[in-house]
């Protein structure tokens, strides 16, 4: 889980649906108990991600924890149902499938599939940079999840490498939608808030002109710079540094990749939005791409040219130790709780609404 800068230029955003996603009460019987916490795999702003197991089943998730106080504290109540919405809507084979949600007095639990194949952003610090054939494999595996959440009237607003993450084939999934923003189904729909990660902000989110998906394909362009040369583009530790060189310094190229790799990612850095290239079709077919089989691609029928080292299905050595060795327990609310539950409406959720019986005895 990588940090979030998030603020606001115009005030949060629009209030989701209040209509309940399911019927009330038929997960009742899920509660922090059902899942053992193996390991904790990653830590946020907002809370945590673990490895657990539900308890007298085998198989594994990343169960992502989010403190509700925190979320409310910081304004964040509406990303935070939007993204539980992003990932129970998506049917994409390159974004993390969501099992399921629940919620206590204090927290918001969303059970996913577990990558052991981690971060891209551990990959990358691990090995400094990647060759351009590994890059243009991650790139065009997000270029479709990145179309498809386009489609669903989604901009995405927080692609970064931590939060590109590697199956255990090397297949990658795109994680974390809590900046996301839905209900932009037209091209003339902006949406205003000012969010995202410094170092893959786009011009038009600093200038808090309005945004599009766009913004999307800027961050595409910023992740892959990051890959082919080892840092962000515009990278300084001085955060306002980032800002004005993002607004006022078109990138260089790069010396160690092709004219085709250097002439997209200029394209796709371009500081004026109308002048990006932010077209998926055009994208598929830049030069760069030449000879990739697209179809076979979104149906992960393309060997990766990387597959994560891993012993067993419980291996979390491609997830920062920092984050593997904390104790792996789950704390407890000292904070007063509300007789009232704050509940999250439209949180709670379960993958193909089967029954609890059902899923215990497949």
């Known amino acids: ?9 115009k005030g949060e955003e629009e209030e989701p649906s209040k209509k309940p996603l399911i019927e009330p009460n038929s997960l009742d019987l899920l509660t922090p108990d059902t899942f053992e916490i193996i390991k904790v795999l990653g830590r946020g702003n907002f809370g945590k991600v673990c490895l657990v197991k539900r308890k007298g089943m085998d198989t594994l998730y990343a169960m992502k924890i989010l403190k509700k106080r925190i979320i409310e504290d910081k304004k964040q109540r509406v990303h935070t149902v939007t993204e539980r919405k992003v990932l129970e809507n998506s049917k994409c084979p390159f974004i993390a ?18 990558l052991n194949g981690g971060e891209l952003f551990f990959h990358l610090s691990k090995e400094g940079s990647f060759s351009e054939i590994r890059a243009k494999f991650y790139i065009a595996e997000i270029l479709i999840g990145l179309n498809y959440l386009h489609s669903q009237g ?3 607003r927080d692609l970064k490498p931590e939060n590109i993450l590697l199956d255990s084939d090397g297949h990658i999934r795109l994680t974390d939608f809590g900046l996301s923003k839905d209900g932009l189904d037209n091209e003339s729909s ?9 170092e893959y902000l786009a011009p038009e989110i600093l200038r808090c002109q309005g945004h599009n998906k766009a913004v999307d394909y800027w961050s595409l362009g910023a992740v892959m ?6 840092a962000p583009p515009f990278y300084s530790k001085n955060k306002h540094e980032i800002f004005k060189n993002v607004l006022t310094k078109p990138i260089g190229r790069l010396p160690n990749i092709t004219n085709e790799g250097n002439d ?8 004026d939005a109308k002048e990006r290239l ?17 179809k076979a691609l979104g149906e992960k029928k393309v060997k990766p040219p990387y597959k994560p080292k891993v012993k067993n299905p419980i291996d979390t050595r491609n997830f920062d130790r920092v984050f593997t060795q904390e104790p792996p327990a789950e704390s407890v609310e000292n904070e007063f709780v509300n007789p009232v539950p704050n509940q999250f409406s439209g949180f709670t959720y379960q993958f193909s609404a089967p029954s609890i019986q059902d899923s215990e005895s497949r």
């Open 1 to 9: 889980m990588g940090s979030i800068f998030a603020c606001c230029c």
């Open 97 to 114: 499938k969501l099992y399921y949600a629940f919620q206590n007095a204090t927290k918001l639990y969303m059970v996913m599939e577990y």
């Open 154 to 156: 989604v901009i995405y």
């Open 190 to 198: 902006k949406a205003y808030t000012f969010c995202g990660t410094p």
């Open 225 to 230: 710079y990051y890959m082919l040369s080892g």
């Open 264 to 271: 997209l990612m200029q394209n796709l850095l371009k500081i």
């Open 278 to 294: 932010v077209s998926y079709d055009a994208i598929t077919q830049d030069p760069w791409f030449y000879g990739f089989d697209w």
